[in-house]
Every structure is written in structure tokens, then in C-alpha cells.
């Protein structure tokens, strides 16, 4: 049994929706929004282990931003932010294209800054531990692949002052793109130029 094993760049963007409605903090009424919503982006590496044919396995560390708003007027507004740090393995199927994975996400900086009527309250949320289950399909390109994802995630959010606690369960969809580095510098160096025709020396 030989194994390969590489490293690539890659890029994630999606979106989740779900968890607790958070519409009051510390008796302070809020612009209602869900703690597992919004829009997520991260960067990140994968590392590729290639088994036996076609099995193989992935391991992604990415850190990103989760970001969501809820605005009920011209005077109500409130926006949520927070910065996940993930940490996923999956077993990779390359005949049929498929992913399955599991991981853990540890959420930082967590924040919910609402706007009422002119009045403004900033609320902050401990650092806080998830886990993660994903399925994905793809597709391989010349320099890299594509994948469409589903993921479920389990988290609980606490407010640092209150101590009142929201779950932040969420589904989500989400699109990922990797680029192998080693494809990528074979293809530049096939680009190089031609050579020029011998008309004979001088």
C-alpha cells in the first residue's frame, strides 16, 4: 500500500440557517435575528492522503467570518459577527465523487451590536466549541476542484454578562474551491513559448 500525500490552498463560502431567536438580552429588547444564521466565508488548507484507489482522506484547517444582519426599519438593526476557527477530516470517495466529514469549530469573537431607536448596545458572547458533520459532491478541474456541500452544525452561544445561553444549531450550504499547486506550476510550465524555426546559421 503506497500513500501520496499534498497540501492546497482553498476557499469556502456559504450560508446556514437556524437556531435560537435571539429578541431580548439582559431584559434589552434586540432586532430579532437566529444565532445559526447568516453568511459564512473562510480561507484555509487541505491535506490530501491517497490510499488505496479510490479511497482517500482530507484534512481542512480554515478560519473565517460567519456574519448575519436583521433590520426592522429605518431605526432597528442588528448585526451579528463571529469568527470561526475549523478543524474537518473527511474520507474522500474518488470514483464517485463523494465526501464525508466530521470536525470541530471553535467560535472567537462572537458579537451582536443592536440599534434601536438611536439607542445602541453592544453584546459579547464567550468563546464557544462546536462539532461539525458535512457532505459533500465534486468535481476535479485542471487546477484544482470544486465541491457543493450540506453541513450540520451543533454550537451554544452564552452572553458574557447575562450567562443566557442560545443553541446556534444550524444547516448550511456551502461551495469550496481548492487549487493543487502542483497541477497549477505543471500547467505554466507546459505554457512556455515555442521555439523559433532554424532558418540556418548566418
Known amino acids: ?42 480561507l484555509g488548507v487541505k491535506f490530501d492522503i491517497v490510499d488505496n484507489d479510490p479511497h482517500s482522506y482530507e484534512t481542512r484547517f480554515h478560519l473565517g467570518l460567519n456574519a448575519s444582519e436583521s433590520q426592522g426599519g429605518e431605526d432597528k438593526l442588528s448585526t451579528w459577527t463571529s469568527i470561526p476557527l475549523n478543524l474537518e477530516y473527511f474520507y474522500v470517495n474518488r470514483r464517485n465523487h463523494f465526501k464525508i466529514g466530521y470536525g470541530l469549530t471553535y467560535r472567537f469573537s462572537n458579537s451582536l451590536d443592536s440599534e434601536r431607536s438611536g439607542v445602541n448596545n453592544d453584546f459579547r458572547f464567550e468563546d464557544t466549541l462546536g462539532y461539525t458533520l458535512s457532505v459533500e459532491s465534486y468535481r476535479d478541474m485542471p487546477n484544482g476542484s470544486f465541491s457543493t456541500g450540506i453541513r450540520y452544525t451543533s454550537i451554544t452561544y452564552t452572553e458574557a454578562t447575562s450567562g443566557q445561553r442560545f443553541r446556534g444549531d444550524s444547516i448550511g450550504v456551502y461551495f469550496v474551491m481548492s487549487i493543487d499547486v502542483n497541477k497549477a506550476e505543471y500547467s505554466d510550465k507546459g505554457r512556455g513559448k515555442k521555439p523559433l524555426p532554424d532558418n540556418g546559421n548566418i
Open 1 to 42: 500500500m503506497a500513500l501520496a500525500f499534498s497540501a492546497s490552498p482553498l476557499m469556502i463560502l456559504g450560508g446556514e440557517l437556524g437556531g435560537d431567536k435571539i429578541s431580548q438580552i439582559s431584559g434589552k429588547p434586540v432586532e430579532s435575528l437566529s444565532a445559526g444564521a447568516g453568511i459564512n466565508f473562510s
